[in-house]
Every structure is written in structure tokens, then in C-alpha cells.
């Protein structure tokens, strides 16, 4: 596999995220060479050596629904800059040839696993939509 270009990205903050299946994100606080060891985090080789083992991970997907994660040969990573934000929110942005067509917020209720999802245009106008499971055939 191709290794990514990280020279381009020393002092910088960033996440790598891979492409196939949530939950296999590396985050990277200030890179600062490919060479040197940051403390409690992997250097560039280390980086690359943990893309290769989560590149080849490949979860039980249901066949219905999540064929395209299937196809090790299509597994790959992208690197993201890192955004430190508050209270544990989490962005999601869905983007339709290169344009980003809505935005998915998910904000903790409380102490336990649950969360509010809200929907917003990319102009941040709240949309009144909401989750719900698909309807059986």
C-alpha cells in the first residue's frame, strides 16, 4: 500500500480515518516530523505499520447493507486536520460530488451511551428530520 505523504503534515494536529468502518480513526496531536517519536504516540513508521494492521481488519459486515466495506483492496485512510471541540460532539458531513449536502450533529444526553442527532443544512439551518429504522420489505 501507498504511504501517506506525512512530511506534509508536521506541526500540524490531525486524525486518520479509515474508510472502511467507524472506530478505526488514529488521532495525532502536533506531528512534529516524521523522524521524531512524540510522546505516547507512534513516529511515521509506527503510523504507517498501524494503518497496515487496520487496513487489513476487516469487521462482519451485514451483506445487505455494507457490501462496499467488503473489499480489502478498497481499504484505505485519509488524513483529516484535528478540531478540538467541547462536550464530545461529533460531526458527521454528507458530501454528494464534492459538495456538502447536509450535516449530522450528534450531542451527549447524559451520562450513559445515548445521544441527540440533529440535521442541519450547510448554511446550519436546522432541518426536521429524525432517525428511524427502515421500514420492512
Not at 65 to 83: D, M
Request: some cysteine; proline content about 7%; glycine content about 8%.
Amino acid at each position: 500500500p501507498e504511504r501517506l505523504p506525512l512530511t506534509n503534515l508536521s506541526g500540524c494536529s490531525f486524525v486518520l480515518k479509515a474508510s472502511h468502518g467507524s472506530g478505526y480513526n488514529i488521532f495525532v496531536r502536533d506531528f512534529r516530523t516524521p523522524a521524531q517519536s512524540i510522546s505516547g504516540q507512534p513516529d511515521s513508521d509506527g503510523l504507517h505499520r498501524l494503518m497496515g494492521r487496520l487496513r487489513g481488519f476487516n469487521k462482519r459486515y451485514n451483506g445487505d447493507f455494507e457490501w462496499a466495506y467488503t473489499n480489502k483492496s478498497l481499504h484505505s485512510f485519509l488524513a483529516e486536520e484535528f478540531l478540538p471541540i467541547a462536550y464530545h460532539l461529533d460531526f458527521k458531513w454528507y458530501c454528494y460530488t464534492g459538495k456538502c449536502q447536509m450535516i449530522q450533529v450528534n450531542s451527549p444526553k447524559g451520562r450513559d451511551d445515548n445521544f441527540y442527532t440533529d440535521f442541519y443544512t450547510p448554511t446550519w439551518e436546522r432541518l426536521n428530520v429524525t432517525l428511524a429504522p427502515h421500514p420492512p420489505n
